[in-house]
């Protein structure tokens, strides 16, 4: 999840400014975090005060949002989402944005197998994102980070991705001249992942993220999520992110890394 987050902070600065080369520095007086990363606590807060109730999970992830994002309003979120935090009886809104892939890297480090993977994904998700594309985001997104928890080759994950939600059948070099814009999942999830897949260790999969251009910090954040879950991240890039950070957020991390850190996957049924 650490990966997410640094992906948001670095890619914050050219979320309005493209960058579309690797080069640049990665932590500016410029970087923040974003509605990226403070959903994603949010996601990982309401995980740790459900622990493994699907009945009270949806609930809790409407709590936890809602709370967060409006002691955190100007993280910039979407103009729907930012309406939904502050209902008092919020409803999904059919939603096909990235907002529901960039925050779903926590349900991977919960889940023990795929379809419990993509049944937390689904419930964290629909409270807001319910439209089909939404759905398939986000559970693109938990299920590669949750698969990179194993290292396998990525030609495996390429693969669950390619057959069960999008096709992968570009490069970064022939995307990044004309690639826009592009606030959907369908527009910028499968180009995240091709980042990750196409990197060769953390730093450099937010480098390629980054270098797409676009929705910069949201696509860098679900690239990291995946990344951090298959390279690891290294201790100075956390350190540096962290002072990012107010305390009640860092302490959220700190928490639901304690309570799933050490929890491992093993290979066999499904």
Not at 73 to 94: A, T, V
Not at 103 to 121: E, H, I, N
């Amino acid at each position: 999840m650490i990966g997410a987050i640094i992906g948001d902070i670095v890619g914050s600065r050219f979320e309005r400014a493209n960058h579309k080369s690797t080069d640049f520095e990665l932590f500016t007086d410029e970087c923040s975090f974003t509605d990226d990363t403070a959903m994603t606590l949010a996601v990982a807060k309401a995980l740790l005060e459900s622990d493994g109730d699907l009945r009270v999970l949806g609930e809790n992830t409407v709590k936890s949002m809602q709370e967060i994002g409006r002691k955190y309003p100007y993280c910039g979120y979407g103009q729907s989402f930012y309406l939904w935090l502050h209902k008092r009886h919020p409803k999904p809104y059919n939603s096909y944005g990235n907002g529901a892939a960039m925050r779903v890297s926590p349900v991977a480090y919960v889940a023990d197998f795929k379809p419990q993977c993509m049944t937390l994904s689904n419930e964290v998700t629909k409270v807001t994102h319910n439209h089909p594309e939404g759905i398939r985001g986000a559970q693109a997104v938990a299920v590669a980070t949750w698969a990179a928890r194993y290292k396998p080759p990525k030609t495996e994950i390429r693969q669950l991705i390619d057959s069960n939600y999008y096709s992968l059948d570009f490069t970064i070099d022939e995307l990044r001249p004309s690639y826009r814009f592009d606030a959907s999942c369908q527009g910028s999830v499968p180009q995240a992942i091709q980042a990750f897949l196409e990197s060769e260790n953390f730093e450099d999969a937010i480098r390629l993220a980054v270098s797409i251009g676009g929705d910069s910090d949201t696509i860098a954040a679900i690239t990291g999520g995946i990344a951090g879950a298959y390279y690891g991240v290294p201790n100075d890039l956390r350190t540096k992110a962290l002072t990012y950070l107010p305390e009640d957020l860092r302490d959220i991390l700190v928490e639901f890394e304690a309570t799933y850190r050490f929890r491992n996957f093993v290979r066999g049924s499904e």
